[in-house]
């Protein structure tokens, strides 16, 4: 999201300055080899699940929306919380990450479902939040279930905005600062990509070296076999 069209911008550009002094200090302290290096699970400080369960159940009642967690695991390191936008209960990734079983629904009526998410990201080393919009889309068959889940690098959408800003007004309320996803894509200045290009393709973007080792643009697929529901 930019600031072109906000009659308060030198007042944004101030706060989007110390927001880019405060991320060079993270990095700094983070990767003092400048260095890309895969997460470790023992990276995420044990308090970081209980505060993204405090944000989402608070999430829930500022939005009237459900709300999942997702929390960090051997290859991600950061917690992820889903706000469902467009669709409804029972909803895909709580299905998609084993936490309940596809509902009978799915396979009497075989389709297409989608829905649609605003993700946030919480950083597990650093004070910071960025906000995804996410596509989930179920094509269910006799057989089973294709989940596909595609996320975009920012919040587009004019439907989620106003949700988007209620989100970012909430997080100071955890000691969140959220950034900008679109700043985030670019390797930061002075720091190298380890063995990223071999993982994904491309160069590392700062969101990678802060939140989560995947692009931030991705579409990524599972596949729920009917028999396992």
Known sequence: MGCTNCRGKSGCNHRKGDQA????AALAELYPSRRWEPPAAADAPDT??????GLADELAD??????FVRPPDADTPCAFIYVLCAGRPPCA????????TPPAEWWQAPGRLT??????????RAPFAVVQEIAVDVEVDPDGALVREATRPGVYSAPLLARFQKIVATL??????????????????????????????GAPG?????FFPEPATLTATTWIPREAA
């Not at 500022?62 to 709300?67: D, E, G, I, M, P």
């Not at 829905?115 to 597990?124: F, G, H, N, S, T």
């Not at 700062?206 to 802060?210: A, D, E, G, P, R």
């Open 21 to 24: 002094l405060a991320v060079d």
């Open 48 to 53: 970081l699940l209980a505060d993204a369960a």
């Open 62 to 67: 500022v939005l009237s929306a459900a709300t």
């Open 93 to 100: 990734v709580p299905v998609r990450d084993g936490v309940t």
């Open 115 to 124: 829905e649609r998410y605003l993700r946030v990201a919480l950083a597990p």
């Open 172 to 201: 100071p309320g955890y000691g969140r600062t959220h950034l900008d996803l679109g700043e985030l894509v670019a390797t930061p200045p002075g720091f190298t990509a380890g063995d990223w290009p071999a993982r994904f393709a």
């Open 206 to 210: 700062v969101v990678n070296f802060l």
